[in-house]
T-cell receptor, first 113, second 113 residues
Framework: DAMVIQNPRYQVTQFGKPVTLSCSQT?????MYWYQQKSSQAPKLLFH???????NEADTPDNFQSRRPNTSFCFLDIRSPGLGDAAMYLC????????????FGNGTRLTVT | KNQVEQSPQSLIILEGKNCTLQ??????????LRWYKQDTGRGPVSLTI?????NTKSNGRYTATLDADTKQSSLHITASQLSDSASYIC????????????FGKGTTLSVSS
């Protein structure tokens, strides 16, 4: 089945230790997104790619970086995780059609110790 | 300011009963309104997407309505099942693709036997 897959499902990292989260898709969508979702809150868009064009949200901290080496894969790098970065990180994809749904992965739950 | 407000914040119903979740929005420009279901520890899954001209859209036991004049939407769940226990998120699109999505905080539904 076509889908969005995130790895790992759970990630524990130490304060200040870089961590990378990965996302792959078989939907061949040209748009990929990274969201941060904290407990009982709505997902917050960090950035998105339209093909290889990177678009950062204005309030996304510099601590968060992303890479998209090809259509299928996208990575979220957190350079120096702080305790406040503990959250669920959701990857999503869509086509560039304003009325197409987002397809989400099941997320990576990040714990910072 | 673009906002999406959902009510109630949480709801408990007995299995087999119907329920209705509400969404009010102040988003401009308006592109479409989406309902997502998010199971605990999972990514959101799209239920419906409605454009300005659509009043009602169904997906199995889920029926969404949209009143673009009053800027209100509802999600009606018929004959609830235990598997309907989840967070239901109303999302309004203010632009193209998924780059201008305004998320509500969700309604947490618990269906008990």
């Amino acid at each position: 089945d076509a889908m969005v897959i995130q790895n790992p499902r759970y990630q524990v990292t130490q304060f200040g230790k870089p961590v990378t989260l990965s996302c792959s898709q078989t939907l061949n969508h040209n748009v990929m997104y990274w969201y941060q979702q904290k407990s009982s809150q709505a997902p917050k868009l960090l950035f998105h790619y339209y093909d290889k064009d990177f678009n950062n949200e204005a309030d996304t901290p510099d601590n968060f970086q992303s890479r998209r080496p090809n259509t299928s894969f996208c990575f979220l790098d957190i350079r120096s995780p702080g305790l406040g970065d503990a959250a669920m990180y959701l990857c999503a994809t869509s086509s560039w059609d304003g009325n197409s749904p987002l397809h989400f992965g099941n997320g990576t739950r990040l714990t910072v110790t | 300011k673009n906002q999406v407000e959902q009510s109630p914040q949480s709801l408990i119903i007995l299995e087999g009963k119907n329920c209705t979740l509400q969404c009010n929005y102040t988003v401009s420009p308006f592109s479409n309104l989406r309902w997502y279901k998010q199971d605990t520890g999972r990514g959101p899954v799209s239920l419906t997407i409605m454009t300005f001209s659509e009043n009602t859209k169904s997906n199995g036991r889920y029926t969404a309505t949209l009143d673009a004049d009053t800027k209100q939407s509802s999600l009606h769940i018929t004959a609830s099942q235990l598997s309907d226990s989840a967070s239901y998120i109303c999302v309004v699109s203010a632009g193209q693709a998924g780059t201008a999505l305004i998320f509500g905080k969700g309604t947490t539904l618990s269906v008990s036997s």
